[in-house]
């Protein structure tokens, strides 16, 4: 069974960096996505980035485009998600998700992925 570890969530001030970590495990084939997500209290889960490990595709949400940065480590089998410039809307849990037999176009959907990470809390103080 696939499982997914995120670290690397904490307190950071507005314009600060955190970078968060994904460790996945448990697969047998290449053709995945991981998904990093985030979910404020009283929101919905939301899509904030997305890497396909067949094609090294990224995406990137409106919101944190410019600011964001998804990368992948194949041999440690990590995924990163470098966060610059936070601001005060991007506190939440972040949480990575594994979806195998990726569909590009659904990148942002929550059904999209099979297998979710426990999440990793990222506050940001003003």
């Known amino acids: 069974e696939v499982q997914l570890v995120e670290s690397g969530g904490g307190l950071v001030q507005a314009g600060g960096s955190l970078r968060l970590s994904c460790a996945v495990s448990?697969?047998?084939?290449?053709?995945?996505?991981i998904g990093w997500f985030r979910q404020a209290p009283g929101k919905e889960r939301e899509g904030v980035s997305c890497?396909?490990?067949?094609?090294?595709?990224?995406y990137y949400a409106d919101s944190v485009k410019g600011r964001f940065t998804i990368s992948s480590d194949n041999a440690e089998n990590t995924v990163y998600l470098q966060m610059n410039s936070l601001k005060p809307e991007d506190p939440a849990v972040y949480y990575c998700?594994?979806?195998?037999?990726?569909?590009?176009?659904?990148?942002?959907?929550?059904?999209?992925?099979?297998?979710w990470g426990q999440g990793t809390q990222v506050t940001v103080s003003s």
């Open positions: 890497i396909s490990r067949e094609n090294g595709n990224t």
């Open positions: 448990g697969f047998t084939f290449d053709d995945y996505a």
């Open positions: 998700a594994y979806a195998w037999g990726f569909r590009e176009s659904l990148w942002t959907e929550v059904y999209e992925y099979e297998y």
